[in-house]
């Protein structure tokens, strides 16, 4: 009998292995930074047991940001940068990677996987694109035999084209890792992402999977930190300061609640490619408020991203003793926190802390998970979602 190649007998020992140790890599559509997870498993599926050994983000510098920018969420791009920053993502992103590493005091070698989320730089599901013949699509460029290479650790990554081949939108994927790791049997749950984009999973008390829901709702901090930085010269409203400073435009608001997004049945998916300033222009055109001051802007959106998630809480899911947790950087925003709250005066809204999820870390630590997935081979089956073994395995050598 031949041998087995040595990559792939390297392969079956890290997936028999019992206890694994994997890092989880998020890079989101706020691009502020790379979330660096690392994690240990035991288990898989349902039985998983999780530990989050350190976490960091790496903030991103104002070039990589720019040159990520002039290509990210539109549809006339430099082809050739493309190309380029696919292999320069990757790589750096393995760079990264390797500094959080020395920093914890943590030998590469003791790493068993990297899953990778990428860099997203286009989302197109068809409710966007509308372009008949073609299906959902979605883009994820830092191509991950760089993240191998330049690591020496196994790396798995692309986890979203196997969703959309077996017809989901690719998104959001939130969905497995919040099953697996926060559902409560007899605990009504929703599960609130607030990145770039909010998504929410929700976990019904009966842990009937058939009744899980899990969707984007619409924006999260993207258009308060496009109007950030369009107005302020700053990258987000830090601490919401910004937006306590000004008024809630009435008009304005009612114009961008009518977005048909809004309305549409769930799930759904969504990106900065809908949500974005022009979105915000067309409704101050249309609401006669294109002159109201930076910081009614900035307070308008906020109120707009609150009121988008309360409303859809309130349309689907509400019900007695339901338990919001947050998470994501929207959950550091204590505006947009505090709206929430008080438009769901009967839901109790924590962060992902009160459940041991560092909220920072939650959408690193799903995709970790998401790896260990891979390597069990599990393909996991939710309600009427895509049952589905996601991610590409990357070889150092
Ligand atoms: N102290 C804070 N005050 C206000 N906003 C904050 C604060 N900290 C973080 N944020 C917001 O959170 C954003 C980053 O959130 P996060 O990293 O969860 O999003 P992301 O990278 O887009 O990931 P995802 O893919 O989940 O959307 C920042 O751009 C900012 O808008
Ligand atoms: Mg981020």
Redesign the pocket.
Same mark, same amino acid.
């Given at each position: 009998m031949l041998a087995l190649n040595q990559n792939l007998q390297k392969l079956v020992s890290i997936a028999q292995k019992p206890v694994k140790r994997g890092i989880g890599l998020?890079?989101?559509?706020?691009?502020?930074?790379l979330?660096i997870a690392l994690c240990q498993f035991s288990g898989t599926g349902l039985a998983t047991q999780f530990k989050l050994l350190n976490f960091s983000?790496i903030p991103y510098g104002e070039h990589f940001k720019t040159e990520v920018q002039s290509i990210f969420s539109k549809r006339t791009v430099d082809l050739e940068k493309v190309c380029l920053l696919n292999e320069y993502i990757g790589s750096f992103h393995g760079e990264l990677v390797l500094k959080a590493l020395a920093y914890w005091g943590i030998n590469p070698a003791d790493v068993d996987f990297i899953a990778s989320?990428g860099q997203?730089i286009y989302h197109a599901p068809k409710s966007l694109h509308k372009q008949a013949g073609y299906p959902n699509g979605t883009l994820q460029i830092g191509d991950s035999d760089h993240l191998a290479v330049k690591t020496g650790i196994l790396t798995i990554s692309d986890f979203r084209q196997k969703h959309i081949a077996a017809g989901g939108e690719g998104a959001p994927l939130a969905l497995y890792g919040d099953v697996l790791l926060s559902s409560k049997p007899g605990e009504s749950r929703v599960l609130l %992402?607030?990145?770039?984009?909010a998504?929410l999973t929700y976990l019904p008390a009966s842990g009937d999977l058939n009744k899980v829901i899990c969707t984007d709702i619409g924006p999260?901090?993207?258009l308060?930190?496009a109007a950030?930085k369009k107005y302020f010269n700053k990258?987000?409203?830090?601490?919401?300061v910004i937006a306590l400073s000004g008024n809630v435009n009435p008009q304005l608001l009612d114009v961008l609640l009518a977005h048909s997004f809004f309305n549409e049945v769930a799930p759904k998916t969504t990106g900065p490619e809908l949500f974005n300033l022009a979105y915000v222009a067309e409704a101050q055109q249309a609401s006669n408020t294109s002159d109201i001051p930076p910081e009614d802007l900035v307070r308008t959106l906020t109120e707009l991203s609150a009121q988008v998630i309360a409303n859809f809480i309130k349309a689907n899911l509400l019900q007695n003793n339901l338990h919001l947790f947050a998470?994501?950087?929207?959950?550091? %925003?204590?505006?947009?926190m505090d709206l929430i709250k008080c438009k769901l005066s009967q839901v109790t809204v924590a962060n992902t802390d009160a459940l041991g999820i560092n909220p920072?870390a939650k959408?690193a630590i799903l995709f970790a998970l998401l790896g260990n997935e891979a390597l069990a081979g599990n393909s996991i089956s939710i309600g009427n979602n895509p049952a589905v073994l996601m991610g590409k395995f990357s070889f150092p050598v």
């Open positions: 998020m890079s989101g559509t706020s691009l502020d930074g979330d983000t989320h997203t %992402n607030m990145g770039g984009i998504n999260g901090n993207t308060i930190d950030c990258p987000y409203d830090e601490n919401a998470s994501g950087g929207g959950a550091s %925003n204590p505006l947009l920072d959408e």
